[in-house]
């Protein structure tokens, strides 16, 4: 198993190689482009390789662009189960999602597209469950992570302990430490959420912005935050 870090302007992105195949966590918006480009020009592999896209919570440096990418990948998305889908695809591009709508719509119906042109790939998005594997990549584990935002999620690879931790977890380069988020929806529940993840005894977090982190107890300061 690979872990491919892409430091994005808005957050960083993932790309996780695995059995032959390719799962995206978390994409900007507008960090598409930056992330086909990584797969392709850096990784040497096809967008048709890619399985699953994820994200971790659904803020736009994390989920904006997950659909673009989607659709250049034709791969599933899936999303934490509390996040609201259709409400972050609306304000991303109501004018868009309004189009694939009615695309869908004359499809049901047996109706050809006016323009003559192919109803283009629109990808769905598939809710997780907390404590059950990603689809298709049974050794990553969903684990819901409340604090930051109450849909926050974490995917653990349990074979190597490795932790993708998006925002509920940082990484600082500069200090050398992992750090809670600035901004947090409920104090309380962040704190659950970190004593839950270092019962997991992680010995790699790959958070959503800063830099990773390997070694042992690397929650322990955490839980005394």
């Given at each position: 198993?690979?872990?491919?870090?892409?430091?994005?302007?808005?957050?960083?992105?993932?790309?996780?190689?695995?059995?032959?195949?390719?799962?995206?966590?978390?994409?900007?918006?507008?960090?598409?482009?930056?992330?086909?480009?990584?797969?392709?020009?850096?990784?040497?592999?096809?967008?048709?390789?890619?399985?699953?896209?994820?994200?971790?919570?659904?803020?736009?440096?994390?989920?904006?662009?997950?659909?673009?990418?989607?659709?250049?990948?034709?791969?599933?998305?899936?999303?934490?189960?509390?996040?609201?889908?259709?409400?972050?695809?609306?304000?991303?591009?109501?004018?868009?999602?309004?189009?694939?709508?009615?695309?869908?719509?004359?499809?049901?119906?047996?109706?050809?597209?006016?323009?003559?042109?192919?109803?283009?790939?629109?990808?769905?998005?598939?809710?997780?469950?907390?404590?059950?594997?990603?689809?298709?990549?049974?050794?990553?584990?969903?684990?819901?992570?409340?604090?930051?935002?109450?849909?926050?999620?974490?995917?653990?690879?349990?074979?190597?302990?490795?932790?993708?931790?998006?925002?509920?977890?940082?990484?600082?380069?500069?200090?050398?430490?992992?750090?809670?988020?600035?901004?947090?929806?409920?104090?309380?529940?962040?704190?659950?959420?970190?004593?839950?993840?270092?019962?997991l005894n992680p010995a790699a977090i790959y958070p959503g912005h800063g830099s990773s982190f390997k070694g042992k107890d690397l929650l322990v300061n955490l839980l005394q935050s």
């Amino acid at each position: 198993m690979e872990i491919h870090l892409i430091k994005g302007r808005r957050a960083n992105s993932y790309v996780i190689a695995e059995h032959k195949r390719l799962m995206v966590v978390d994409v900007a918006f507008l960090s598409d482009t930056e992330v086909a480009r990584y797969l392709t020009a850096q990784m040497g592999r096809s967008l048709e390789e890619v399985d699953a896209i994820l994200c971790t919570h659904g803020h736009g440096d994390h989920l904006g662009g997950v659909m673009a990418l989607a659709e250049k990948c034709e791969a599933q998305i899936y999303v934490p189960p509390l996040t609201r889908t259709w409400r972050y695809q609306f304000r991303q591009s109501p004018s868009k999602l309004l189009r694939r709508w009615r695309q869908k719509q004359k499809s049901r119906h047996g109706e050809a597209d006016q323009a003559g042109s192919e109803i283009a790939f629109c990808p769905s998005f598939e809710p997780l469950i907390h404590g059950a594997t990603v689809p298709g990549f049974d050794n990553w584990l969903v684990i819901h992570t409340p604090g930051h935002t109450l849909d926050s999620c974490c995917y653990f690879h349990q074979p190597s302990s490795s932790l993708i931790s998006g925002d509920t977890i940082l990484g600082s380069g500069r200090t050398n430490r992992l750090l809670l988020p600035v901004i947090y929806r409920d104090r309380g529940q962040l704190q659950r959420s970190i004593q839950a993840l270092n019962r997991l005894n992680p010995a790699a977090i790959y958070p959503g912005h800063g830099s990773s982190f390997k070694g042992k107890d690397l929650l322990v300061n955490l839980l005394q935050s």
